[in-house]
């Protein structure tokens, strides 16, 4: 079992920088894939990035190759999401997830446990 927090979402503005944090509890946090996903107001819930158990390995969406960057911190159980060159239509609710053994596909169907979200909200 493993629990998820997220950390770090906020207001910004267009351009501005944030970086989320994603603390894990409970046992064997390096041998999970660590996923973020998003979900905006009146859309589906959609893959952003993710990082395999040992880092060596990332995958991202389109939308954010080039402008986020995803890491891990085994030692610490946190996984981040550093976000560069913002945009308003990266505003979402942002979760952090895990997947025993997994792939960095970014499936969310495949993912095990959940954080709760974290906002991100950017102005114009």
């Known amino acids: 079992q493993v629990q998820l927090v997220e950390s770090g979402g906020g207001l910004v503005q267009a351009g501005d920088s944030l970086r989320l944090s994603c603390a894990a509890s409970?046992?064997?946090?390096?041998?999970?894939?660590m996923g973020w996903f998003r979900q905006a107001p009146g859309k589906e819930r959609e893959f952003v990035a993710t990082i395999s158990w040992s880092g060596g390995r990332t995958n991202y969406a389109d939308a954010v190759k080039g402008r986020f960057t995803i890491s891990r911190d085994n030692p610490k159980r946190t996984a981040y999401l550093q976000m560069n060159s913002l945009k308003p239509e990266d505003t979402a609710v942002y979760y952090c997830?895990?997947?025993?053994?997994?792939?960095?596909?970014?499936?969310?169907?495949?993912?095990?446990?959940w954080g709760q979200g974290t906002q991100v909200t950017v102005s114009s």
């Open positions: 997830a895990a997947e025993y053994h997994g792939t960095i596909r970014g499936r969310d169907d495949e993912y095990n446990y």
């Open positions: 409970g046992r064997g946090f390096s041998v999970y894939t």
